[in-house]
């Protein structure tokens, strides 16, 4: 059924988080728009359904709420995966947008490990805290067990960087996800 629910409570965030890798309506409140809208862009650009709803200590700053949503937003990923059997296992993109590049290349691999090359000029998109997308996506690929590896080579807005990396990982989650075609494990060991 690569469907997940996951509800995860702390002193410090509450969150809902409703994944279905084959696709559904998207609604995300989060409390920080920015982030709102590259989670938004990461589930239709995916092609998942995809709800989520946070209640976070924002009057501290978004690092809890952005942190623990990937946190929960990976175990969505990993419990929705099962086994991790039938799927086409790896998926890369790259995706420009404007002045940016960002390349994602990924491994549901089993194996959790985060290689991020961007730097932001700015330090606020909104009331988004750039320097918490790496931990955003920190969080995700070690919950979902996901080898991930984010790059943006160029670029100087970083909201323009960011929403570029969220689509980019979007549509390689989306390939690496596709069925295989006899819904083997796609590993010589047989098991991930």
């Not at 938004?40 to 709420?65: M, N, Q, R, S, W």
């Not at 700015?122 to 995700?140: H, I, N």
């Amino acid at each position: 059924m690569r469907k997940a629910e996951i509800i995860r409570n702390t002193k410090e965030t509450q969150i809902k988080v409703e994944l279905d890798l084959d696709g559904g309506a998207v609604e995300v409140s989060t409390g920080i728009g920015f982030f709102d809208h590259m989670l938004t862009a990461f589930g239709v650009h995916g092609g998942f359904g995809l709800k989520i709803e946070v209640t976070g200590d924002l009057e501290v700053d978004t690092h809890h709420t952005v942190e623990d949503t990937g946190i929960a937003l990976g175990m969505a990923f990993k419990e929705a995966l099962g086994d991790m059997s039938g799927i086409m296992r790896y998926g890369s993109f790259s995706i420009p947008m404007d002045e940016a590049l960002a390349n994602v290349v990924l491994d549901i691999s089993n194996r959790p490990f985060l290689c991020f090359r961007a730097s932001f000029e700015q330090e606020l998109c909104g009331d988004y805290e750039t320097c918490v997308t790496e931990e955003f996506f920190r969080a995700f690929a070690m919950n979902s067990c996901i080898t991930l590896h984010i790059s943006v080579p160029y670029g100087s807005n970083a909201h323009h960087e960011i929403e570029a990396i969220f689509k980019a990982c979007a549509h390689a989650l989306k390939v690496a996800v596709t069925p295989n075609t006899d819904g083997s494990v796609l590993s010589t060991k047989g098991v991930l």
